[in-house]
Structure formats: C-alpha cells, structure tokens
C-alpha cells in the first residue's frame, strides 16, 4: 500500500472545461461550414460573439470562458509549459 497525496487543483478542472467547451464549439463551426480556426482567432482578437455560431449553443459556451484565459492557456501549451515553468 502507497501513502501518496493526490492533490486536487481548481485550476486544473477549468483547464479541462475550457478544453471541452473549445472542443464543443470548434465541432459546431465545422458543422456549419466554417473554418473553426479562422473563426476562433476572429473571436479571440475582437471579442466579437458573432464570430461563433449559435448552432450547438456554440456562442453561449464560448462565452463563458475568459477570453485572456484563453490565450494564456493556448500559448502555455504551445510552448510546453507546465504549471507556469517552462
């Protein structure tokens, strides 16, 4: 028998919904004939909801993610970093 401590983080469960919700809304903008990245960098880059469709509830989704949080999260990933240390 193991004596490990397994560690709960609030951080890491929105880090999982974001990850879904994006998912959610990406499938939805390529249901509709879209270009999902082209569609999700205009949103990014103006927070213009109309950029993202409303099939799927994709609009209202999106909108519950931090748009910052967002972008901090896609470059965290770009570079490898885990838990804030390259």
Known sequence: MTDKT???????EYDMEMKKILAQVYRALEEKGYNPISQLVGY??????????????AR?????????????????DYLGIVKGKP
Do not use: V, W
């Not at 397994?6 to 890491?12: A, G, L, V």
């Not at 990014?44 to 509830?57: A, G």
């Not at 209202?60 to 965290?76: G, S």
């Open 6 to 12: 397994i560690t709960f983080s609030i951080r890491d």
């Open 44 to 57: 990014l880059l103006s927070e213009d909801p109309t950029y993202i469709t409303t099939h799927n509830n």
């Open 60 to 76: 209202n989704l999106i909108r519950r993610l931090d748009r910052d949080e967002i972008l901090q999260a896609m470059i965290k």
